[in-house]
Nanobody
Framework: QVQLAESGGGLVQAGGSLRLVCVVS????????MGWFRQAPGKEREFVAA????????DYADSVKGRFTISRDNAKNTVVLQMNSLKPEDTAVYYC?????????????????WGQGTQVTVSS
């Protein structure tokens, strides 16, 4: 059984940084696409970033381009979301997800496994 666990969330001031880490256990997922999504209060869960488990291909939502960086360590089965220049509108629960297909990186229904989420709160 594949399990994903996020950590690194917390309270930070606007302009600050946080580093979210997703640890994957249960299977080797070196061929999986890994993604980060977020859900703010009163809003639908939305795509943030994704990375191919094999290779350097990445994708980012327009709202986070230039500020967030997704990376991976296949040997440790971890995916990192480095968040810089945080804004209050980045406040949300952030979820790590794994996809086996390789298409529609931004679509929630395409992902097969999800973590429980970690809260990120950015104050002004």
């Amino acid at each position: 059984q594949v399990q994903l666990a996020e950590s690194g969330g917390g309270l930070v001031q606007a302009g600050g940084s946080l580093r979210l880490v997703c640890v994957v256990s249960g299977r080797s997922i070196r061929s999986y696409i890994m993604g980060w999504f977020r859900q703010a209060p009163g809003k639908e869960r939305e795509f943030v970033a994704a990375i191919a488990w094999s290779g350097d291909s990445t994708d980012y939502a327009d709202s986070v381009k230039g500020r967030f960086t997704i990376s991976r360590d296949n040997a440790k089965n971890t995916v990192v979301l480095q968040m810089n220049s945080l804004k209050p509108e980045d406040t949300a629960v952030y979820y790590c997800a794994a996809e086996t297909d390789g298409s529609s990186w931004r679509t929630l229904s395409e992902y097969d496994y999800w973590g429980q989420g970690t809260q990120v709160t950015v104050s002004s």
